[in-house]
């Protein structure tokens, strides 16, 4: 039986799993267990696209150049520098009759494991995009290993739309957890005080949906940081939080002081979803002792947040965002479903794409 | 009031916190709400150490000149490399008036709260150093801020064990926490399964405070992971484990093999301790759905963490290690005196240092 988790398509180095190696195998041929996709569409991941982006100078040109030439070597998308990838979408062309992903020759799916480890191959030079926006038109193949998360793609909803929204779904499902585990807790100890949530980018992809989560889970008090106006407006109008206040999240005093006087007293649970570095420290600080922050953006320190907690003698609790939850998929798209809110800002987002 | 966490000693870059600061502001006198402590010791980080000492293949003297010069240029020990730094011992020379610390003119102390982020001035050019050890006898002065944490050393112990104890003691307070959640919940659920725990790096210092904390806390089984013969046989003597395993904890397959083959089953709390990078995937695939893992090696990467157990479809919840948890020194001191095991561990350490 070939791999699970891929082993057997890492070409170098030897002995790593798919995410950290080198260079993958991506031979059309599947294993038993596998399962090849027609691809249709990449969505790169937003920390990686800002990144190209800014290297080239917005050249379109030479961000496509630089993309096919990553897939190409690597066997895979995943930028050299931030180290994440994105997701896919595309059709079911052949499914192992050992795959236990479910999936039928003809379905439309959407990869919910990162591009980082799946293996991926372009042929069409990727001649339908500009380079200048974060979904990529592409004609190619990729291959899910056994255990891989594809979601089929929902007939009622533009499948651009359910892309966009599966690709941040861990958030909502880890946000709702961690609240709704705070929100018991506090009905345990017959404890009025509401749980607040502060999510720092709340306008967002991710961060919309963590706030929509964070409020059907519980949370009495929820605000959202925004970095400019226009991000404010379009979340007052969205109407998904109870306060919306502007700061730079990478200011520790800014981002801290405007979360605790838009909620009255530090957040319960920090939410980070903007992709800007240092925002490790204000997370902290804006949060309450025995709080939680969750970090789930790709431009978090490990030794910012672990070293920044411990010199502000924080009693909190720090989790790396997984991007797996099970239910994450049904749970995101059925708040884009049930909250206007948040569907009203991922169109706009995708109609200014 | 100056800032009780040392906005006003930050020179640049302005409005970041002192751990992310480029230069502090290391004037000897102290505000109202200020500590000034003269300082008889550093112990650098493991993985600075490491960072430096690989970097000039083992020379001391360019290992004290390189220390020597990010101290004077910083106003801080703090690695530029790893971005760690590590923690002091010294006496307390001059206490503000307004100082919460508790702390009184005279008391030997050592500060809990990274080197990363505390002002510093070596007065000696480290001349007892020989460059070749983490623990670094110094003259000089450091200052502490009203939210600092900083533990007077007890008068049993020698200082340089309850220093290499204090250094570490957010692991085994975090661990206890972890465990003792898990074994309350399968309390609560009637569930006589044990709790089980890998520790990887179960030889080192924070790794078997952190095994000795687990079992206390109620785990049902332990297993530790070194990687190297001479620690196995070290921690099976210390008897602080069920069960020692050599393996190389960089290598997924190898290390989730060897917990589960050890615990019978995957671990429901997985601690990383060892400051070598690469352990995220092998931590995350020896992890029990619905299980923790604490990374507290300062060579974590984020990204590897997150995306590794999304690649994964792995359902567990991974922390970002804090060093402060409220009582951590006084149970890290508490294990030191009541487990032989672990003072056998440490003295053999420091005496080999």
């Given at each position: ?127 339908g995009w500009d380079g200048r926006s ?48 705070y929100v018991a807790e506090r009905a345990v100890e017959g404890e009025a ?161």
């Amino acid at each position: 039986m070939t791999s699970p988790v891929g082993l057997h398509r890492v070409l170098e180095p030897g002995g790593v799993l798919p995410q950290a190696a080198w260079r993958l195998d991506t031979r059309p041929e599947i294993a038993p267990n596998e399962v090849r996709i027609r691809v249709e569409r990449l969505n790169l991941d937003a920390a990686s696209f800002r990144q190209l982006s800014v290297k080239h100078g917005g050249d379109g040109d030479a961000i496509r150049a630089e993309v096919l030439d990553i897939i190409a070597t690597r066997g895979k998308m995943q930028n050299p520098v931030t180290g994440s990838g994105g997701m896919l979408i595309g059709t079911v062309e052949e499914a192992g009759r050992r795959s236990p992903l479910g999936l039928k020759a003809g379905e439309r799916v959407a990869t919910l494991v990162s591009l980082t480890l799946t293996p991926l191959v372009v042929t069409d030079g990727l001649a339908g995009w500009d380079g200048r926006s974060e979904q990529v038109p592409c004609a190619g193949w990729a291959i899910l290993f056994a255990r891989s998360v594809a979601a089929v793609l929902p007939g009622d909803l533009d499948p651009q739309l359910s892309l966009a929204v599966l690709d941040v779904c861990g958030a909502p499902a880890l946000a709702s957890r961690v609240v709704s585990r705070y929100v018991a807790e506090r009905a345990v100890e017959g404890e009025a005080r509401p749980v607040t949530v502060a999510v720092v980018g709340g306008a967002g992809k991710s961060g919309s949906l963590a706030l929509a989560a964070a409020r059907r889970a519980g949370a009495g008090r929820t605000v959202g940081v925004v970095p400019v106006v226009a991000e404010r407006e379009a979340l007052v109008a969205a109407g998904l939080a109870d306060a919306v206040v502007l700061a730079d999240a990478r200011d520790p005093v800014a981002l801290s002081t405007a979360v605790t006087s838009a909620l009255g007293v530090p957040a319960d649970v920090t939410v980070v979803c903007v992709d800007v570095p240092g925002c490790e420290h204000g997370a902290v600080l804006a949060t309450a002792d025995g709080g939680t922050v969750i970090f789930f953006s790709m431009a978090t320190s490990f030794a910012a947040a672990a070293l920044g907690a411990e010199g502000l003698a924080a009693d909190v609790t720090m989790l790396v965002g997984n991007g797996y939850v099970p239910g994450h998929a049904e749970l995101a798209l059925g708040l884009l479903r049930g909250e206007p809110g948040v569907r009203g800002l991922f169109e706009a987002r995708l109609a200014a794409d």
